[in-house]
């Protein structure tokens, strides 16, 4: 039988075990959140915890339950609320659901975190649930708790993305629903994707701001921000190769492992 990664599939002693044995725990953040018209509404749940999944094999940590409610998109990035199924926290609530689910785990003995993004709102409402439960368990005395926080996103070779992109890479902010994130879905639950519903579009224009509500034919209808076709199961690969592989080495460096 092989060991899960996952924590949920674990008992409470092997938990603990895990823990003891110095186990890093993987907290994936994702969102539900429109996609376009040919992707599901998880695709920032799936992503980041197969990402996590992967590293986590390798340095022999354990995933934590993926957060499945993400902060609000911005208008001219995911669409905002605009979009019937997306269902979003307030910065607050996702803030402090953070902060709950790491200081409870540390006050049970887990010592290294990391903190695995996969939805870009969710940025900055991280950041601040991580401080507070850094702040609550030195409260409680434990000072040793260290976490890493990073986007998955940002673990790409630029080589990579030129092969990909050869007449240039449109940018992190417009790949929503796009090339990359329809790659990885095909990689990894293609019975999810429905290719003959992507948008025949190029890349959205937005000017650098936002309006609040917007306005009629401000957001783009289909919800997707640049050109999917071409997406496939190979460009995928390409791009979960780098993720997991470039991770791996930035939790080996942070954490200072010896393997």
């Known amino acids: 039988m092989v060991e899960s990664v996952f924590m949920a599939e674990l008992s409470w002693p092997e938990w603990e075990a895990r823990i003891q044995a110095g186990a890093i725990i993987f907290l994936p953040l994702g969102a539900t959140e429109q996609h376009g018209p040919h992707l599901p509404l998880n695709v920032d749940v799936i992503l980041p915890t197969a990402v996590a999944e992967r590293v986590a094999r390798q340095l022999g940590g354990l995933v934590a339950p993926t957060l499945n409610y993400g902060y609000k998109s911005m208008p001219r990035s995911g669409g905002g609320q605009s979009f019937p199924g997306t269902a979003s926290l307030d910065a607050a609530t996702f803030s402090h659901t953070i902060r709950d689910v790491i200081r409870d785990m540390g006050l049970h003995g887990a010592r290294r975190f990391v903190i ?144």
Do not use: C
């Open 116 to 259: 695995l993004n996969g939805h870009f709102e969710n940025g900055w409402p991280s950041v601040e649930g991580l401080d507070l439960a850094l702040r609550d368990l030195r409260a409680e005395g434990i000072r040793d708790v260290t976490a890493m926080r990073l986007e998955y996103w940002d673990f790409v070779e630029p080589a990579t993305l030129d092969r990909i992109f050869p007449d240039g890479f449109p940018g992190t902010e417009l790949e929503h629903a796009s090339l990359i994130e329809t790659s990885l879905m095909l990689l990894l639950r293609p019975d999810l994707v429905a290719v003959e519903k992507i948008p025949q579009e190029g890349r959205a224009q937005f000017p650098p701001y936002d309006i609040h509500p917007p306005p009629p034919g401000y957001l783009r209808a289909s919800g997707v921000l640049a050109d999917a076709r071409g997406a496939s199961a190979q460009i995928g690969q390409w791009l979960m190769d780098d993720h997991v592989r470039l991770i791996s080495e930035a939790v080996r460096a942070g954490f200072k492992l010896g393997f």
